[in-house]
């Protein structure tokens, strides 16, 4: 069976309830948006030195499926009968990693560059995804009803990769610390 349905071809997609929207409307930019957050927080996942930030990660992948479903359905009430939904738990589950990564990470006092480290990086351009699919959700939310669980889950996502992304930094350069005294401990001996 092919992949294509050729239901796109005159600029109209199917939402999950089924009903047709053309390809450009607000609510197809803004799950949209989240799918390409998702991909890009698959990538960081892969280049994590953490593996307790890789499952995290995994986690909130799934996450993105939930959020982009019940964005994907005019029906909302069909979508909370059908599917697994956003719930608070999930914005607690957020705030315990930012609460428990800021405790642990040296305190920032300016700036920063937006990864030192090629998974802080990509944690950063999740960041900057992020923060450009919050801006079509918030959009989104003015023209249409939307759970206010998931207002906060949206603004939570941010702060939470901006964390991640400190955390890698900091780990990668812990890590070549360690290996730079290690390589110095052989040369010298």
């Known amino acids: 069976m092919p ?70 359905t005019l029906d909302t009430q069909k979508f909370l009968k059908n599917s697994v939904t956003i719930e608070e738990q999930d914005v607690l589950d957020l705030e315990k990693v930012i609460d428990e990564y800021t405790a642990k990470l040296p305190p920032v006092k300016s700036f920063i560059l937006p990864g030192s480290s090629l998974a802080g990086a990509q944690l950063h351009v999740c960041r900057t995804v992020c923060r450009r699919a919050e801006r079509r959700f918030v959009q989104f939310a003015s023209e249409t009803t939307v759970r206010p669980v ?40």
């Open 3 to 72: 992949i294509y349905t050729k239901g796109g071809d005159k600029g109209s997609t199917s939402l999950y309830d089924g009903k047709r929207v053309h390809k450009d409307s607000l609510r197809v930019e803004t799950y949209g948006t989240f799918d390409e957050l998702n991909a890009n927080i698959s990538v960081a996942d892969k280049l994590c030195l953490s593996k307790k930030n890789q499952e995290i990660l995994k986690k909130v992948e799934y996450k993105m499926f939930f959020l982009q479903g019940e964005i994907a």
């Open 150 to 189: 998931l207002e906060k889950y949206v603004n939570r996502l941010s702060d939470f990769f901006y964390i991640l992304a400190r955390s890698e930094d900091y780990l990668a350069k812990v890590t070549e610390e360690v290996i730079k005294r290690y390589r110095a401990y052989f040369t010298e001996n």
